[in-house]
Nanobody, 116 residues
Framework: QVRLVESGGGLVQAGGSLRLSCAAS???????????MGWYRQAPGKQRELVAT???????TYADSVKGRFTISRDNAKKTVYLQMNNLKVEDAAVYYC???????WGQGTQITVSS
Protein backbone atom coordinates (compact mmCIF):
# COMPACT_ATOMS: atom_id res chain seq x y z
CA GLN A 1 0.00 0.00 0.00
CA VAL A 2 1.36 3.37 -1.02
CA ARG A 3 1.58 5.97 1.73
CA LEU A 4 2.10 9.69 1.13
CA VAL A 5 3.33 12.10 3.78
CA GLU A 6 3.32 15.85 3.17
CA SER A 7 5.41 18.39 5.00
CA GLY A 8 6.38 22.03 4.70
CA GLY A 9 3.12 23.80 5.39
CA GLY A 10 2.72 26.75 7.68
CA LEU A 11 2.00 30.45 7.99
CA VAL A 12 3.49 32.90 5.54
CA GLN A 13 2.90 36.53 4.64
CA ALA A 14 1.46 37.41 1.27
CA GLY A 15 4.28 37.57 -1.25
CA GLY A 16 6.29 34.97 0.61
CA SER A 17 7.34 31.46 -0.37
CA LEU A 18 6.97 27.94 0.91
CA ARG A 19 8.07 24.55 -0.35
CA LEU A 20 5.95 21.48 0.22
CA SER A 21 7.31 17.97 0.13
CA CYS A 22 5.49 14.70 -0.39
CA ALA A 23 7.37 11.52 0.44
CA ALA A 24 6.02 8.25 -0.90
CA SER A 25 6.54 4.85 0.67
CA UNK A 26 5.29 1.37 -0.11
CA UNK A 27 6.28 1.56 -3.75
CA UNK A 28 9.54 0.65 -5.46
CA UNK A 29 11.47 3.63 -6.77
CA UNK A 30 11.21 2.20 -10.26
CA UNK A 31 7.43 2.34 -10.09
CA UNK A 32 7.39 5.81 -8.56
CA UNK A 33 9.66 7.11 -11.29
CA UNK A 34 7.11 6.38 -14.01
CA UNK A 35 4.08 7.51 -12.06
CA UNK A 36 2.15 10.71 -12.36
CA MET A 37 1.95 12.66 -9.12
CA GLY A 38 -0.19 15.63 -8.23
CA TRP A 39 -0.89 18.35 -5.72
CA TYR A 40 -4.42 19.41 -4.84
CA ARG A 41 -5.78 21.96 -2.41
CA GLN A 42 -9.01 22.55 -0.59
CA ALA A 43 -10.04 25.80 0.99
CA PRO A 44 -12.85 25.99 3.58
CA GLY A 45 -16.24 25.70 1.93
CA LYS A 46 -14.75 24.92 -1.46
CA GLN A 47 -14.20 21.80 -3.50
CA ARG A 48 -10.80 20.19 -3.72
CA GLU A 49 -9.03 21.47 -6.81
CA LEU A 50 -6.06 20.34 -8.82
CA VAL A 51 -3.02 22.58 -8.42
CA ALA A 52 -0.30 20.83 -10.39
CA THR A 53 0.76 17.49 -11.83
CA UNK A 54 4.03 16.01 -12.92
CA UNK A 55 4.45 13.00 -15.20
CA UNK A 56 7.35 10.72 -15.80
CA UNK A 57 9.98 12.64 -17.70
CA UNK A 58 9.01 15.84 -15.95
CA UNK A 59 6.03 17.04 -17.97
CA UNK A 60 4.05 19.42 -15.79
CA THR A 61 0.61 21.02 -15.75
CA TYR A 62 -0.70 23.81 -13.55
CA ALA A 63 -3.96 25.41 -12.62
CA ASP A 64 -4.25 28.82 -14.24
CA SER A 65 -4.38 30.46 -10.81
CA VAL A 66 -0.87 29.29 -9.91
CA LYS A 67 0.95 29.39 -13.25
CA GLY A 68 4.16 31.34 -13.04
CA ARG A 69 4.18 31.21 -9.22
CA PHE A 70 4.21 27.49 -8.34
CA THR A 71 6.62 24.83 -9.54
CA ILE A 72 6.16 21.10 -9.15
CA SER A 73 9.20 18.85 -9.27
CA ARG A 74 10.25 15.37 -8.30
CA ASP A 75 13.22 13.40 -7.03
CA ASN A 76 12.65 9.83 -8.09
CA ALA A 77 15.56 8.48 -6.09
CA LYS A 78 13.99 9.90 -2.94
CA LYS A 79 10.44 9.08 -4.11
CA THR A 80 9.51 12.64 -3.28
CA VAL A 81 7.49 15.29 -5.03
CA TYR A 82 7.84 18.99 -4.27
CA LEU A 83 5.71 22.06 -4.73
CA GLN A 84 7.61 25.33 -4.65
CA MET A 85 5.17 28.15 -4.04
CA ASN A 86 6.32 31.72 -4.63
CA ASN A 87 4.53 35.05 -4.40
CA LEU A 88 1.82 33.48 -2.28
CA LYS A 89 -1.54 35.17 -2.17
CA VAL A 90 -4.24 35.15 0.49
CA GLU A 91 -6.39 33.09 -1.86
CA ASP A 92 -3.75 30.34 -1.91
CA ALA A 93 -4.56 29.49 1.70
CA ALA A 94 -5.88 25.93 1.90
CA VAL A 95 -5.05 22.42 2.93
CA TYR A 96 -2.71 21.00 0.32
CA TYR A 97 -2.81 17.31 -0.51
CA CYS A 98 -0.42 15.09 -2.38
CA UNK A 99 -1.98 12.53 -4.70
CA UNK A 100 -0.82 9.37 -6.41
CA UNK A 101 -3.68 8.57 -8.79
CA UNK A 102 -2.08 5.32 -9.94
CA UNK A 103 -2.25 4.03 -6.36
CA UNK A 104 -5.47 5.79 -5.37
CA UNK A 105 -3.48 7.32 -2.52
CA TRP A 106 -3.75 10.68 -0.78
CA GLY A 107 -1.60 12.30 1.84
CA GLN A 108 -3.02 13.59 5.10
CA GLY A 109 -2.78 17.19 3.97
CA THR A 110 -0.74 20.15 5.12
CA GLN A 111 -2.19 23.55 6.02
CA ILE A 112 -1.05 26.70 4.26
CA THR A 113 -2.10 29.99 5.81
CA VAL A 114 -1.33 33.26 4.05
CA SER A 115 -1.63 36.51 5.96
CA SER A 116 -2.22 39.84 4.25
Amino acid sequence: QVRLVESGGGLVQAGGSLRLSCAASGSPAAVFSIATMGWYRQAPGKQRELVATIKTGGTTTYADSVKGRFTISRDNAKKTVYLQMNNLKVEDAAVYYCNAPWANAWGQGTQITVSS
